[in-house]
């Protein structure tokens, strides 16, 4: 959007910019219109009201508090903090049965009410309060206080930062240092990204490279976090000669860029270049909205008849957008409308209002257990580099990310066969390379039932591997890493489709990372190894390049 358009638009952007700074860029729209519908339907009907009365004053003494993780230590069983443990805990019974089984509610609606109330809830936990809150006051005694001393001066350091518009602790991590120190070199460079080849490692490399597309809402290095985390270094010493893009972190002047500049100045223009230096197929990897945009790519591919790539893997990321877990009540038409506006003021997404939705998600382990932990326990969190990389967020360009919401999140265009790439549709079912989807069991981002639906909307050969951990550490499962599992099922052109449940229940867990099953796989649909000969192409830079510090 440029400035003509929001100066076109009137007072609205400036009104709604103003109010996202209040609330975290919510509309407060949204959550009215969720409230009133569950409200008018609740006064509409008595045994409902009855239901919750009676439940509000019936004791719950078989609420056991060690079953949630905020009050498992043994000082929570004792008394009083059991009783206010157990209040806490009744509370949310409450919140979830008055949000649910409510005829005539909007589902969305009810769920968006729930997660409003379980917010309020968290916040007043008797976990989060030094007169509640028995490991704390545990902790005080045995210091004499001096763990409140320090965490208010942790407090005044944080809320300094906060006002001054820089709220993140300098990380003792740096980039190209400590974290994105795989050798390679960055062979292209455009407006939008940047692409790094990383130098082999094996004297023969596979005919087919691999070009990793991550999301554009991350920086690429998630990917190559250390030399013990780091899945292109893994891949290239598997003998593979491994591409990724580092996206540009947009700005002000970046506010009309498209999905489709997306594709084409992305993707599109890292497979000719790789293509130039002589590969005739790719195996193409994309993480998280990474493997969204790889889909639309895979599948305008395909229309058109391109057989460039050998295989699609695709790595927690979701095609079908109609259950994508909590994060959807953060998406509606108010929600979007709302976010146009703030985004016409300056461009683009800032990346404080994107992380501060995943952080309500789960506001518990992000949100209050820090302010347990730092304020009243006086502890800082030890720096790691996850963290170090979770705290270097980027930014989304207006328009792109406007028509990502609407034709991805609120249209569900791709799976509907709706989605346009050069003003024609594109259909996931004209893909026939075979495909290899990861998701995680724990993933707050792309529930692993979302990601499983790509079985439903392919006909081709699809692998499905499902891993324990989280949206990133699931992913970053390298071997050696202690507690892995993961579950592995195949699904040919030919075979019935079985529900994500089926599914799960069928699959006996195997013991290990995925990511050898993986190399396995794709060294399977490769051709033999040849020699490895360093061809000369002009470098920019040595990796990890000059955009993953923008």
């Known amino acids: 959007m440029s400035g003509t358009e929001t100066k076109k638009r009137g007072l609205d952007p400036r009104w709604h910019a103003a109010l996202g700074q209040w609330t975290g860029g919510l509309s407060p729209a949204a959550l009215a219109t969720a409230y009133l519908d569950w409200s008018l339907h609740l006064l509409a009907s008595p045994d409902k009201q009855t239901e919750l009365l009676k439940l509000g004053l019936t004791n719950s003494p078989d609420l056991d508090p060690a079953t949630d993780p905020r009050f498992a230590d043994p000082a929570w069983a004792t008394y009083p903090y059991n009783l206010f443990a157990q209040a806490s805990m009744a509370a949310q019974n409450w919140c979830d049965a008055a949000t649910t089984n409510m005829p005539g509610v909007?589902?969305?609606?009810?769920?968006?009410?729930?997660?409003?109330?379980?917010?309020?809830?968290?916040?007043?936990?008797?976990?989060?309060?030094?007169a509640t809150n028995p490991q704390v006051q545990q902790r005080t005694r045995e210091e004499l206080g001096q763990n409140l001393i320090r965490g208010a001066r942790y407090w005044i350091e944080d809320f300094n930062r906060l006002i001054s518009k820089s709220p993140r602790r300098a990380s003792t991590f740096c980039v190209g240092e400590d974290l994105a120190t795989t050798p390679g070199d960055v062979i292209m460079r455009n407006e939008l990204m940047e692409l790094i080849r990383y130098r082999p490692t094996t004297a023969q490399v596979h005919p087919e490279p691999i070009l990793i597309v991550p999301a554009w809402i991350m920086k690429y290095y998630i990917l190559d976090l250390t030399a013990q985390r780091s899945l292109v270094a893994y891949l290239r010493d598997q003998g593979f000669e491994v591409f990724i893009m580092s996206w540009k972190n947009p700005d002000d002047t970046d506010a009309a860029l498209s999905m489709q500049d997306y594709v084409d100045i992305g993707v599109r223009a890292a497979m000719a270049r790789i293509k130039s230096l002589g590969a005739e197929h790719i195996h193409a990897v994309g993480y998280c909205l990474g493997g969204s945009l790889l889909s639309i790519v895979a599948a305008a591919m395909a229309r058109d008849g391109d057989t460039t790539l050998r295989t699609v893997n695709l790595l927690a990321s979701q095609v079908d957008f109609s259950d994508p877990g909590e994060l959807g009540l953060f998406v509606n038409e108010s929600q979007v409308a709302f976010l146009e506006d703030m985004m016409a003021m300056r461009g683009y997404l800032k990346a404080d209002q994107m992380a501060g939705a995943f952080q309500l998600l789960r506001s518990n382990d992000l949100i209050w257990s820090r302010v347990i932990r730092h304020y009243l326990l006086g502890e800082r969190t030890a720096d790691n580099p996850l963290m170090a990389w979770n705290a270097d967020a980027t930014r989304m360009p207006a328009r792109m990310h406007s028509e990502y919401l609407r034709h991805l999140f609120l249209k569900n265009d791709l799976a509907k066969g709706r989605f346009q790439v050069d003003g024609s549709s594109v259909a996931l079912t004209d893909i026939r390379c075979p495909i290899y989807c990861v998701a995680t069991e724990t993933d707050h981002v792309s529930p692993w039932t979302s990601v499983y639906k790509l079985s439903l909307l392919t006909d081709t050969d699809v692998?499905?591997?499902?891993?324990?951990?989280?949206?990133?550490?699931?992913?970053?499962?390298?071997?050696?890493?202690?507690?892995?599992?993961?579950?592995?099922?195949?699904?040919?052109?030919?075979?019935?489709?079985?529900?994500?449940?089926?599914?799960?229940?069928?699959?006996?867990?195997?013991?290990?990372s995925w990511w050898t099953h993986w190399s396995d796989w794709l060294k399977s649909k490769s051709g033999d190894p040849k020699d490895h000969h360093p061809s000369l192409v002009q470098t920019l830079d040595a990796a990890p390049g000059r955009y993953v510090f923008g």
């Open 106 to 130: 909007d589902p969305k609606h009810a769920q968006i009410v729930n997660f409003a109330m379980r917010q309020w809830i968290d916040m007043w936990s008797p976990a989060n309060f030094l």
């Open 463 to 512: 692998t499905f591997v499902l891993t324990n951990g989280g949206h990133n550490g699931g992913i970053l499962s390298e071997p050696g890493h202690a507690g892995r599992h993961f579950r592995c099922g195949h699904k040919t052109e030919g075979d019935t489709h079985i529900t994500a449940q089926d599914w799960f229940d069928r699959q006996t867990p195997q013991d290990g």
